[in-house]
């Protein structure tokens, strides 16, 4: 079951020069820098209420971060949703018809467990399922 929009996440060239951007504009300071090896990725996560900012910066040209930004350039790049049973809702999604990017759970940022659907099966949108790995 989806229990609530976790954080959205942003393509961006560079932490350094965003991180300050996205403090000054919300307000809010950055919580968490992270290196996900797997992933060719450096994370910067704001919290906005009860949503995260998660800021993405590529640390190979091979990543999808750095492939999304060479095609669209910097911006929202995915919307992730937590789940109470990450397993549970990719069957589901299967079951609808969704194209999945991940077939089962493998792990992220933030002491999370993800999942990603195509967005060729959601309407253009990269859409990841979080749930905390626990």
Same mark, same amino acid.
């Given at each position: ?9 942003? +393509?961006?060239?560079?932490?350094? $020069? ?18 996900? #090896? @797997?992933?060719?990725?450096?994370? +910067?996560?704001?919290?906005?209420? $009860? !949503? ?5 910066? +590529?640390? @190979? ?14 911006? !929202? ?9 990450? !397993? +549970? ?29 195509? #967005? ?7 859409? $990841?399922?979080?749930? #905390?790995?626990?």
């Amino acid at each position: 079951m989806i229990s609530k929009i976790d954080h959205l996440g942003i +393509a961006v060239k560079s932490l350094d $020069e965003a991180i300050p951007l996205w403090e000054k504009m919300l307000g809010v300071k950055c919580e968490l820098i992270e290196e996900v #090896p @797997s992933q060719k990725v450096r994370t +910067a996560f704001l919290k906005v209420g $009860e !949503v995260y900012i998660e800021l993405l910066e +590529a640390t @190979s040209e091979e990543s999808a971060i750095a492939k999304y930004i060479e095609k669209n350039g910097e911006g !929202v790049q995915h919307v992730a949703f937590q789940t109470t049973d990450l !397993v +549970a809702e990719l069957a589901k999604s299967k079951e609808d018809g969704l194209r999945l990017i991940d077939e089962a759970p493998r792990p992220g940022a933030g002491g999370m467990n993800i999942a990603f659907l195509h #967005p060729k099966s959601t309407r253009g949108v990269l859409t $990841e399922f979080c749930a #905390p790995n626990k």
